[in-house]
């Protein structure tokens, strides 16, 4: 590494991690003064915060105060409901979603994916564990002598 022509006045080096005494960040000074205010909410608190306040519904001559969210929902199945083509597909696919995210179905993987997930997880090092074979269901038409009737 080639000498600096001027080196630093505390005798130390300059180099990676080491920058000049003169250009280094002073104690109690942000490096990014022009930052993100204190208080400033993102986008995901004030929907948050919206969807989680109660409005007045009426339903079947009832009051109720019920979350916005809840709300939103209740009017696009009214809507589903009246016919709208649009509604009725949006809410079956909402609700077919969240139906399957309840993590307890059994999801039928091929031998093939099943292959090459090994491969891919042999290659990073993870050897993963084996499934449980699936038994033979013995074939009923069959008979118990190996199926010749």
């Not at 300059?14 to 205010?37: E, L």
């Not at 009725?88 to 969240?98: G, P, S």
């Not at 039928?108 to 090092?125: C, P, Y």
Request: hydrophobic content about 30%; aromatic content about 4%.
């Amino acid at each position: 590494m080639a000498k600096s022509k001027n080196p630093p006045p505390d005798g130390g080096d300059i180099g990676y991690g080491r920058p000049p005494v003169h250009s280094r960040f002073k104690p109690g000074v942000s490096g990014n003064p022009g930052g993100r205010k204190k208080g400033v909410r993102n986008l995901k608190t004030e929907f948050e915060e919206v969807l989680e306040r109660t409005v007045e519904i009426n339903e079947n001559g009832k009051k109720q105060s019920v979350p916005l969210l809840r709300a939103l929902i209740l009017r696009w199945a009214q809507e589903a409901v009246k016919g709208d083509t649009r509604a009725i597909e949006r809410i079956l696919d909402r609700w077919d979603r969240y139906q399957g995210t309840a993590g307890d179905e059994d999801i039928d993987v091929s031998d093939e994916d099943v292959a090459l997930i090994e491969r891919a997880l042999n290659r990073r090092g993870k050897v993963p564990k084996k499934p449980a074979a699936k038994k033979a269901i013995p074939d009923a038409d069959a008979g118990e002598e190996g199926g010749h009737v």
